[in-house]
Nanobody
Framework: QVQLVESGGGTVQAGGSVRLACEMS????????MGWVRQGPGKVREGVGD???????RYADSVKGRVTISKDNTKNTVYLQMNNLNPEDTGLYYC????????????????WGQGTQVTVSS
């Protein structure tokens, strides 16, 4: 059973940065598509980006240029680095996984972490 545990959230000032980490157990990231999904207050869940098992990465247009997703297969951990944050980035950030990334960036995953809150103050 895949289990995902996020860490690294908190309150950040606008213009600042945050780095989230997600450690996976129960399987290996070399076999899975890993994604980051966020849900802002009163908003639907939005795929932020994903990284395929072979390392290919995609980002949502809303964060492109400000976000980097990376992973360390030896640690079974995936990271989300977000820079130049603004209040619109506030939300609960989830780490998620599925067997293969969907053809288009999506919030549709099979396994989910509990989420970590990121709050951006203006």
């Amino acid at each position: 059973q895949v289990q995902l545990v996020e860490s690294g959230g908190g309150t950040v000032q606008a213009g600042g940065s945050v780095r989230l980490a997600c450690e996976m157990s129960g399987d290996t990231m070399t076999r899975l598509c890993m994604g980051w999904v966020r849900q802002g207050p009163g908003k639907v869940r939005e795929g932020v980006g994903d990284i395929e098992s072979d390392g290919r990465v995609r980002y949502a247009d809303s964060v492109k240029g400000r976000v980097t997703i990376s992973k360390d297969n030896t640690k079974n951990t995936v990271y989300l680095q977000m820079n130049n944050l603004n209040p619109e980035d506030t939300g609960l950030y989830y780490c998620a996984a599925r067997w293969r990334c969907r053809p288009r960036l999506t919030a549709d995953f099979n396994w989910w972490g509990q989420g970590t809150q990121v709050t951006v103050s203006s």
